[in-house]
């Protein structure tokens, strides 16, 4: 992996975005009772915060920038497990950061969810998040759904079959096997050629007269 390209991700950012995409699409056995593969086993998370610092843009006065949002994504999403917590309506699964870190990697995947919903419907201090998140519902909001939205794309998309590439530029990656959940879903894969539509008879006229049908 080309480390220029790599996601450089602290530890706790990448604990918390680990325990966000293990809550979204945990792994389930299947029909004949073996445990399919889940996002954490795919490496979800690293695409998830990945695409969080180099894929989203935000205006900085009059401009679009590139900012880094992985970390302060995932100190918004600890910042509203601490308020969960300290509801008393919620109980740890288990202990894995030290200190406190991380209470949302200490949540059961159950909780996580409820964070995601508070979050969602502004039921935190938005004073008490994180640039760029802090005091801003519609940018929380936002996120959220992208945070939903990006793990089940990144799931079932070809990323994870990237393998050694995935966390090069798009235009370096390279695939290295067929995607683990399209095989899951029973995917074929991208056919060349293949068409499930035709299409309409279209008639084009020409000008200086006549047409054909196409």
């Known amino acids: 992996m080309n480390p220029s390209h790599g996601s450089n991700a602290s530890w706790q950012t990448e604990a918390t975005f680990r ?3 293990e809550a979204i699409v945990p ?14 086993d795919t490496d979800i998370h ?6 969080l610092n180099h894929s ?3 205006f900085m006065g009059f401009y679009l920038a590139n900012i880094p949002l992985a970390c302060a994504t995932a100190q918004m999403l ?15 699964a288990f202990s894995f950061a030290p200190g406190g870190e991380c209470p949302f990697v200490s949540l059961s995947p159950f909780d996580r969810i409820r ?11 938005l004073g008490r998040l994180p640039p760029p998140y802090k005091d801003d519902g519609g940018f929380v909001r936002f996120i959220v759904d992208y945070l939903n939205r990006g793990t089940m794309f990144g799931f079932y998309s070809e990323w994870s079959a990237y393998g050694s590439t995935r966390l090069r530029t798009p235009t370096e990656r390279r695939l290295e096997y067929f995607p683990i959940s399209w095989r899951q879903v ?24 006549g047409s054909r049908d196409g």
């Not at 690293?46 to 695409?51: A, F, L, S």
């Open 19 to 21: 325990a966000l995409v």
């Open 27 to 40: 792994n389930m056995p299947d029909d004949g009772g073996v445990q399919a593969a889940g996002a954490v």
């Open 46 to 51: 690293q695409y998830m915060i990945w695409e």
């Open 56 to 58: 989203l843009s935000l």
């Open 78 to 92: 600890n910042a509203g497990a601490s308020e969960l917590l300290a509801s008393g309506n919620a109980q740890p």
């Open 115 to 125: 964070v995601l919903f508070m979050l969602e419907q502004l039921q935190v201090d």
């Open 186 to 209: 029973g995917y074929p894969g991208v056919v060349k050629g293949y068409r499930a539509f035709g299409g309409f008879l279209l008639t084009i006229k020409r000008n200086g007269g």
